[in-house]
């Protein structure tokens, strides 16, 4: 059984930071990649950033310049700095594990207000 958990989330006025943080423990074997997924009320789920187990990473565009993942590989833990929030980053974000198998978190809510 594997556990993704995240933490971190909260409420951040509109240029503000926050820092996700995502754990991946339990019968995991091989993590290929790790990343961020977001949904906004009434939204389909988007990818935020995604980064491999050899550091590469891919942003959508609209969060470029302003998030950064990052990973610990020995904790199996992916992290997302927030800066320059804006209220179009108001959503539930998941964290996601790529191993043999895609494995999601419950997410966590962050909200950005004016």
């Known amino acids: 059984q594997v556990q993704v958990v995240e933490s971190g989330g909260g409420l951040v006025q509109a240029g503000g930071s926050l820092r996700l943080s995502c754990a991946a423990s339990g019968s995991i074997f091989s993590i290929n990649a790790m990343g961020w997924h977001r949904q906004a009320p009434g939204k389909q789920r988007e990818l935020v950033a995604v980064i491999t187990t050899g550091g590469s990473t891919n942003y959508r565009d609209s969060v470029k310049g302003r998030f950064t993942i990052s990973r610990d590989n020995a904790k199996n833990t992916v992290y997302l700095q927030m800066d320059s929030l804006k209220l179009e980053d108001t959503a539930v974000y998941y964290c996601?594990?790529?191993?043999?198998?895609?494995?999601w978190g419950q997410g966590t809510q962050v909200t950005v207000s004016s």
């Open positions: 996601y594990v790529v191993s043999r198998s895609v494995y």
